[in-house]
């Protein structure tokens, strides 16, 4: 009998798992700590939740039995509106994770190169391992702004088929200004312009889509509308590329109660913005008081989080002891974030928490 475990296909299994962070209830569990007690700020999700009638919305659907709508007819239609594109142009994704997927699988054949510039969201490197692509690092400047000269030289030299930039970056918090993304658009490549984090920022290029036919612009519901758990996110995709996604996508992808979510939450767009002002405000505050603390500098953010690098003691360590005390922060191992802490926008009393246990533990 032939040796099934030799099937798997050399480059999946060469690839490295994804190390996901930890479930809630087994950190909970770990630390001894009740849910409602920590303090979770380590994945960029919203504190306030969804939208109060969404809850209300969920609770009252009768279609839970019924298949969603693979068109996603009245999500987009509720959509277009609001971001100012054209139904034709918009696809839904169960988040926007499964829209990098979908254009990869589109776009990237073996050995083809995807660039992206680290430090950055790690979801692109993961993706293009999946489909067999080359994954190319263009590493960011010392403040974290895409080097657009190396980029460009990159692109070029590699003939790459996608460069993928988060506006704001995850996890440095900052814009990629319009005028280079406008450079960047006259490369031969597909530009994927990730704004999940726009919702918090000054920018958002969502309204080149269209007049480029190499422009990309994602977007999600998991931040702003606090709706991370029911995965919906979307593409604004040019329509000579959009026709071959749908072509590939799986017919029921976005679910019925992320439908039923998401309609709620258009519904209410001005509760969610006066919520996310809230949050820029926070952000600020937060950010102006880390910028007091001796031993630590915080890099300005457009997002809902702060990078901070620890100047004084180990950030492997200082995550530990906030742990401790049921406080989650992110923590990164990659060279260029070396040292570095990364905290997502809570609540106000989450951010005195935390510079109360930052003080405690001698960073004041
Ligand atoms: C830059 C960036 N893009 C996309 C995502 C994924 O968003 P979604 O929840 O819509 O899959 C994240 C999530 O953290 C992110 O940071």
């Known amino acids: 009998m032939a040796d099934v475990t030799q099937f798997v296909r050399p480059d999946i299994a060469a690839l490295e798992a994804y190390t996901p962070i930890q479930p809630f209830d087994v950190l909970s569990e770990q630390l001894g700590i009740p849910i409602e007690q ?17 809850t ?22 509720a959509i277009s509106p609001f971001i100012g594109q054209p139904i034709e142009r918009i696809l839904c994704g169960n988040g926007s994770d499964e829209i990098i997927d979908l254009l990869m699988r589109v776009l990237v054949q073996p050995n083809d190169v ?66 280079h993304v406008l450079r960047l658009l006259k490369l031969p490549t597909m530009l994927v312009l990730d704004e999940a984090y726009a919702e918090f920022s000054s920018g958002s290029v969502a309204d080149l889509v269209g007049q480029h ?34 072509k590939i996508k799986q017919p029921y992808n976005t679910n019925v109660a992320a439908e039923v979510a998401v309609l709620q939450s258009l ?21 102006a008081a880390l910028q007091t ?28 002891d906030l742990a401790k005390r049921g406080i989650l922060l992110r923590y990164y191992r990659n060279p260029e974030l070396a040292n570095c802490i990364r905290v ?5 009393e989450h951010h005195d928490a935390l510079l109360a246990a930052l003080a405690d533990l001698g960073y004041r």
């Open 38 to 54: 920590i303090i979770k700020l380590d994945a960029n999700e919203n504190p306030y939740g969804p939208a109060p009638s969404v």
């Open 56 to 77: 209300e919305a969920l609770r009252n659907c009768p279609f839970y039995a019924i298949y969603p709508d693979p068109d996603q007819t009245r999500l987009r239609r």
């Open 114 to 179: 995807v660039i992206a510039c680290p430090p950055t969201f790690g979801m692109y490197s993961f993706n293009t391992g999946v489909v067999g692509g080359r994954f190319v690092a263009v590493p960011r400047d010392t403040n974290f702004d895409v080097d657009i000269e190396a980029l460009a030289d990159a692109v070029l030299e590699h003939q790459a088929k996608m460069v993928f930039l988060p506006s704001p970056n995850n996890p440095t918090g900052n814009l990629l200004a319009r005028e």
């Open 213 to 246: 036919p190499n422009l990309v612009v994602l977007r999600t519901f998991s931040k702003w509308a606090g709706l991370a758990g029911l995965r919906l996110g979307y593409g604004l995709i040019p329509e000579w590329l959009i026709t071959h996604l749908w």
């Open 267 to 287: 519904a209410e767009t001005e509760a969610l913005n006066a919520r996310a002002k809230i949050m820029v405000a926070e952000r600020e505050r937060l950010f």
């Open 293 to 320: 603390i001796d031993g630590l500098t915080p890099f300005p953010s457009q997002a809902n989080f702060i990078l901070c690098r620890v100047e004084r003691g180990d950030a492997a360590q200082l995550k530990a």
């Open 344 to 348: 997502s926008i809570g609540l106000p």
